[in-house]
Every structure is written in C-alpha cells, then in structure tokens.
C-alpha cells in the first residue's frame, strides 16, 4: 500500500508522488525526463518574447537541480559528456518527444528544425557565448561518441552548425526510465528473451550451462557459439544462463524470414545502442548461418557487418548456429560448444510439460519417433493444442500431435520440400520376385537395425552415420515414386519430395547450404526424403577446366559427405543411373532397378487399377491388352485404365473392352508408339 503522498508544484502540471514513489529510480527518471522537456519549451518561450514563461522557468529549472542522479547523469558519465553536450542531448529529445516546441524551435532554427535540432538551435535557445559554441561545433560530428553508439543519428552531412541531428525512440525511452523495452528494431526481430519456468535439463545440457556461467564468471566478454539443430534448445540454454547471472538477454533472430521487412545495418545499429544502454545484457544472434546471403560478395559483407558489431560490443555475445566449424571474422575468439537433441527420456518430459492433459501413449510414441528439441517439441503442442480446440476437444490425441509435428517439419524444411500423401500399400504393388525381395530387405534394414546394430554390435562396423540411402533406377513409370511412398507407409514415416527447383541455386554455396537444412530437418522428423531425378544433383565429377566444373564438383562431394554422414532414410530415383556418381553408389544401401512389366504383370496391373465399384458391360480380355500393348508401363495402364473409365462416366455407361482399347491406343500413341502391333524385338 503507498504511502502518504507528498504534492510538488511546477508551472505546467501538478505531480502527486507517494512514498513508495519517491524511493524508486524510475519515478525521477520519469520527472527529469517531463521536466527536462518542460524547460526546453520555456526556453523557446523566453528567447521568442513571452515575458509570462520567465517564471515558470526559474521554478523549472529550480526543481531540476533538486532531483537526485539518475540515468542521463549516468549516459553523460559513460559517453565523457560535458554540460553542454548534455543539454544539446535534451533539446534534441524535445524536439522529437515534445509537440509542443515544433513550432518554436522552427521559428528559432529555421525549417531544418522539423526533422530534428541544429547547434544553430541549441546556441538560440540558450544563448550561447562564441566559445561554448565553436567547442560544440568541433566535438559534434559522426565521430562522436552519441553518433557512433547510435544514439543520436545525425540526418544531414551538412555543415557542423546547421547539421540536422535527431533522438531514437529508444534513447526516449531509456531517460524516461522505461526497463521493460527494447529498440523497436531490435523488438521485430527478437526482444528480451526468458526461458520457460520449468525447463527440463539433460546431462549435456546441465554441463553446458555450467561451462555457460563460467564463461560469464571469467571476466570478459566472451564470444560463444552454440552449434547444433535448430530447436535443440541452444536459446534456452542462453536465457537460462542470463536468468541465473541476474542479466537480460538481449535476443536478434537473423533468419531471413525475420529480417524480410528489416535492414540488417538498421538492426546491427539498434543492437550497439542496445547493447549501450544495458551494459548488464547478453546479447544473443540467432541463427547467425542463415544470414548468408546468394552471392560470395554478399555473404562477405553481410556476415563482416555482423562481425564488425559483434566486435564493438562490450557485452558478452552468444551466437546459435547449424552449421558446425563455421567461420566469423571478429576480432573476439570464439568459444564453441556443441549441443545436441535431448533423450527419448528427456524428449518425454517435455512433451508432459508442454502438454500436461494429454494422454501417455501418444506422446510417448512422438518423444521416441522425433529426435527434436525443447523449441520444436514447444512449438508442435502449441499448434497440438490448437488443432484439438478446433475439434472442439480440451483434450490433445495423437492426431493432434501429428499434426503439430507435421506442421513444425514443414516449417523447419522452409519450402524446400513438400509433404507427399500416399494411398498406396504394398498388396496395390505389381513387381518381379527378385524386386519385391530387394524391398523387402531395405525394410528390413529399418525395422531390424536395433538388433543387427546394438544387439549383435555391428554399428561399430558402420562408417560414420547409421542412415539408409537406396537409389531406384529404371525407366519412367515403373513404380519407382509409388515405391518409395509405400515404404514410407510401412514405416510410419513422412514422405517429402525435395524441390529441386528450389533447392539448386546458382549462387556458390546456396545448394549446400539448403540441402543441409533439409537434411536436418528430416534427421530431427522422422522423415523419408525422396529425390526424384536424383542424377540432376548426385551427376558424376567431371576433370576441372573451369570454375564451373570446380563448384559443381564441391556440390557433389558435399552430397557424397552429408549421405554417408545421414541417420534418416533417403530415396533417390533416376531414369539414367550411369549418370550417377559411382562414388555414391558405394554407399548405398540399396540400389534396386525397375524394370518395366512383363506380360504376366501388365495383365495384373490392368486388373488392379480397374476399381471395384466400376459398372462394367461385357467380357474384359485383359490378357489381350497385355499382349497388344507391351511397351506400357506400369504409369501408362493406370493412365488408360482411368481415361477409359471417364470415358464409360462420358456416355453415361459401362466400362467396356472398347473403351479400354480405345483409352490404351490413344495413351499409346502419345508415347510414340505404333499401337495395336506386337513388339516382337
């Protein structure tokens, strides 16, 4: 309860302080702030002619010589402000915080007063003699301490006297004593980051944040690059260690999608003044990786910007990053401390945390199927959650937490792979024996690689990942897609097809660098990743004539590093597998060939893709579409198969033998065959 107040009279407003009031900083921050602007405006009042603002002024400037030491005595002392300095810092506050001075301080000034306050304007309103005013002239330029912290921004390369300068909302706010903001730059890509209240800790972690606060101990201000996954929970290892030290941690995400409708200079600038003026904070750059733009010029300068800031910051500075080993050209050493995903066990607790009333089976079917993180596990129940009230259920099922799993795989993958439904199930496959056997063994590579590798000990036999690649060859519409759904089904996986558009690029690095996002985000998802025409990526290496031959060869060697490094399962598909480097084919799990039908199947496939419900008139002969048609494969007959059953809708009839004759010569003829003849050699 406050306490009984104390009333203090100045010209323009009246100000009732309790007792708990006059004990708190923020109180005369707040005052000093109001009556800094106040005397400004009565300044401008005096000098223009307004002989009743003289005393209102006296009493002004009385109560601020009364008030105790606050924030701006603090700034002056860090920044070596002089007196003069100072007051020119608050008459450029009041021209950007004050409405009321607009007008005056144009009439002072001259029209360049609109956009800020000129030394031409301070000199006026305070009537400086000739030498405080050249002092003032010569210390004030882009070299001096308020520009370089970002604290004032100087808007004009003018002439020092008449050299627009003008305040940061956030210089505002830090003298009127706020503590709870930060820059508006700074707010729409991060802000101040706290962890959750319970946060689960695995050993790893635990050791990591003991390395964490003695780092923070040592006395310096470290740079620390926390290297792992995303969503593993690298940020939340640096607010639970800023939270124990007492410190705000002071968070930039540097994704692209973040910095989209943002200026990475306007946002290295926010970071410095930030950084200023909570000398307490840690300062922590996200994602620092995805700041690589296309373009090695690019990328240079980007990432030199970001270094060049890093370096000037007297803070301790955390960096997250995927990519292990990455380089930073700042003057500070980097310390750099590896995170990896946390415990099927650890997992399950922060699944329970996360999702209090859900069921157990579910979620600890999703914390041993997905390898990932507290940030990503936080961010599938939240979208759990919201699919469950959608159903109108205050309780979350599995297929809530698939979705929401489903949902932060297709965000991490960032369009550079979609999701690819499959109705398809093996009793639906026509294939040879010896093809069905090949299959049959790569699934068994999934399903028993518990055994074979823990139990029996082959995994110390394996090379450096555990991961299963299989490349299927063959001609076009032989089933090799279908297959690789199918799979997936048996599984229980997710099946995403790479965009290969969208994942080779021109630019040096581009390609590596999203195909590793890729195959992250299907290590950490339980996922199968499908690359049709595998052989536009996985070429072979040519002899080196140029710079072109030099960078498409790294591609392919990153591809043949990051395959034999993979834990997931991944499936290349080609039509021509002699264009595949036989680096690749070394380390391959499977590589199973697809031929097209023979007689016995093209017979089997014309039944199977003929549904049940379909009306049919008359006898089918499907053995004699096996024989008349022999170069159709498995794509072609399902093609046929449905153009003759919207024929028979067409009509309004049944599906006869003519229309299925008629639907496979014309799919014939579009495959440049001569249709109706036997191919007999």
């Not at 002392?77 to 020119?88: A, I, K, N, T």
């Amino acid at each position: 309860m406050r306490g009984v107040g104390r009333v203090t009279k100045v010209p323009s407003c009246t100000v009732v302080a309790s007792t708990a009031d006059l004990g708190d900083p923020q109180f005369w921050d707040l005052r000093r702030f109001e009556l800094e602007l106040e005397r400004k405006r009565l300044l401008a009042r005096a000098v223009l002619g307004d002989p009743d603002g003289v005393s209102d002024l006296e009493m002004t400037e009385a109560e601020v010589a009364r008030l105790p030491i606050g924030r701006a005595h603090h700034l002056a002392q860090r920044l070596h402000l002089g007196d003069d300095e100072l007051s020119f810092v608050w008459t450029v506050i009041a021209s950007a915080f004050d409405p009321r001075v607009t007008r005056d301080f144009e009439r002072l000034g001259g029209s360049e007063s609109r956009g800020g306050a000129t030394l031409t304007l301070h000199t006026a309103l305070h009537g400086l003699d000739p030498n405080r005013a050249r002092r003032l002239a010569r210390v004030l330029d882009v070299r001096h301490p308020l520009a370089l912290t970002s604290l004032l921004v100087p808007r004009s390369a003018d002439a020092a006297s008449v050299r627009v300068w003008s305040a940061t909302e956030r210089l505002g706010s830090y003298l009127a004593g706020s503590t709870d903001v930060v820059d508006q730059a700074i707010a729409a890509v991060g802000g101040l980051c706290a962890p959750p209240d319970d946060t689960i800790m695995s050993p790893q972690h635990a050791a990591t944040l003991r390395l964490l606060d003695g780092l923070l101990n040592a006395g310096s201000d470290p740079l620390i690059l926390l290297e792992g996954p995303v969503g593993v929970g690298r940020r939340t290892l640096a607010a639970i260690t800023a939270k124990g030290a007492g410190r705000p941690l002071v968070h930039v995400d540097l994704t692209r999608r973040q910095l989209a409708a943002a200026s990475l200079e306007g946002v290295m600038q926010a970071l410095t003044r930030e950084a200023f003026l909570r000398p307490d904070a840690i300062v922590l750059l996200a994602n620092i990786d995805d700041l690589v733009e296309p373009g090695a010029d690019r990328v240079s300068n980007a990432l030199r910007l970001v270094a060049n800031t890093i370096s000037s910051l007297a803070v301790p500075v955390v960096l997250t990053t995927a990519v292990p080993g990455m380089m930073l050209p700042s003057t500070k050493i980097p310390v750099r401390i590896r995170v990896t995903p946390p415990s099927s066990a650890e997992r399950l607790a922060l699944w329970e945390r996360a999702l209090p009333g859900a069921s157990a089976a579910p979620l600890a079917d999703v914390a041993f199927r997905y390898r990932i993180g507290p940030g990503s596990i936080d961010s599938a129940a939240a979208t759990a959650s919201l699919l469950a009230a959608a159903r109108g259920s205050l309780r979350v099922e599995a297929s809530d937490l698939v979705g929401g799993i489903r949902s932060t795989i297709a965000e991490r993958m960032g369009g550079l792979a979609h999701r690819v439904d499959t109705t398809a199930t093996w009793d639906d496959l026509v294939l040879p024996i010896d093809t069905a056997d090949q299959i049959r063994g790569l699934l068994a590579r999934v399903q028993k690689s518990a055994r074979v590798l823990d139990e029996w000990g082959y995994r110390s036999r394996m090379g450096r990942g555990t991961g299963i690649a299989a490349l299927f060859s063959g001609p076009p519409g032989t089933g090799k897609t279908m297959v690789a759904g199918v799979i997936a089904k048996i599984l229980d996986l997710e099946l995403y097809q790479v965009d290969l558009s969208r994942v080779v690029s021109k630019w040096i690095g581009e390609t590596e660098k999203q195909l590793s996002q890729i195959f992250d985000a299907a290590e950490a998802g339980h996922v199968l990743l499908l690359f049709d025409e595998a052989d536009s990526l996985f070429a072979k290496r040519t002899e080196v004539k140029g710079s072109t031959d030099r960078y498409a060869n790294l591609e392919v060697n990153y591809l043949l590093q990051r395959i034999e490094a993979f834990e997931g399962i991944a499936v290349l598909t080609t039509n021509m597998d002699t264009s595949i480097d036989p680096a690749l084919k070394r380390r391959l799990a499977a590589h199973i060939v697809f031929w097209g039908p023979d007689e016995d199947e093209r017979r089997a496939l014309w039944k199977r893709m003929i549904a049940e419900n379909t009306p049919i008139e008359g006898v089918l002969d499907l053995e004699k579409l096996a024989i008349s048609y022999p170069d159709m494969s498995g794509a072609n007959i399902r093609n046929a198969a449905i153009s003759a059953a919207f024929l028979a809708a067409a009509e309004d009839g049944s599906l006869t033998q003519q229309l299925l004759e008629r639907a496979a010569r014309l799919e014939y003829n579009s495959m440049g065959r001569v249709h109706g003849q036997r191919d007999n050699g």
